[in-house]
């Protein structure tokens, strides 16, 4: 069965950077876009960006383009989000999707001094 | 960027039907903008119910069907049940890449 696999929950400092992971399996990895949805605490879904598994090409949202990199390990049907320069704003559950279809179970990202 | 709308909240009596919507500051939603719908409960992931404006996902109740409607999409819940109160939010593709996420709509059944 697909399922997408997400590292554990996160505390980082205000300017520090964060990378979460999302290993996928139950089925062909390349075969699949993964798209990152954040929420912050009581907020609505916010679309951050995909990234293609199969030619690693991205797209990001506007807003955080310059903080964000995703990419992909093929070897290890890994997808990872990583995210500079935090700030408390950057408090949300991060999630890894297929969009279409399946979700990862979210990571929890606190930004506090 | 393009804004998202979706209503704020909604109230459904069981075994009713309620029509949620999700608009585009754009103008009209099309096909194009390929409308998904996803159900959220509190402390769970989202979960897709809908995808390119009426297509289920196998684990979707057939109680609920996707369609466009006066110039938005919207997803339509008849014969609501009580496992059905929940937030529902909507995504609209634009240029094929970018894609905006609505507000989300809370649906109360009672």
């Known amino acids: 069965q697909v399922q997408l696999v997400q590292s554990g929950a996160e505390v980082k400092k205000p300017g520090a950077s964060v990378k979460v992971s999302c290993k996928a399996s139950?089925?062909?990895?390349?075969?699949?876009?993964i798209t990152w949805v954040r929420q912050a605490p009581g907020q609505g879904l916010e679309w951050m960006g995909w990234?293609?598994?199969?030619?690693?090409?991205?797209n990001y949202a506007h807003n955080l383009q310059g903080r964000v990199t995703m990419t992909t390990d093929t070897s290890t049907t890994t997808a990872y989000m990583e995210l500079r320069s935090l700030t408390s704003d950057d408090t949300a559950i991060y999630y890894c999707?297929?969009?279409?279809?399946?979700w990862g179970q979210g990571t929890l990202v606190t930004v506090s001094s | 960027q393009a804004v998202v709308t979706q209503e704020p909240s909604l109230t459904v009596s069981p075994g009713g039907t309620v029509t949620l919507t999700c608009g585009s500051s754009t103008g009209a939603v099309t096909s194009g903008h390929y409308p998904y719908w996803f159900q959220q409960k509190p402390g769970q992931a989202p979960r897709t119910l809908m995808y390119?404006?009426?297509n289920k996902q196998s684990w979707t109740p057939a109680r609920f069907s996707g369609s466009l409607l006066g110039g938005k999409a919207a997803l339509t819940l008849s014969g609501a049940q009580p496992e059905d109160e929940a937030e529902y939010s909507c995504?609209?593709?634009?240029?094929?890449?970018?894609?905006?996420f609505g507000g989300g709509t809370k649906l109360t059944v009672l």
């Open positions: 995504s609209l593709s634009y240029s094929g890449a970018v894609v905006v």
């Open positions: 999707t297929r969009l279409k279809d399946y």
């Open positions: 990234i293609s598994a199969h030619s690693g090409y991205t």
């Open positions: 390119d404006t009426s």
């Open positions: 139950g089925y062909t990895f390349a075969s699949y876009d």
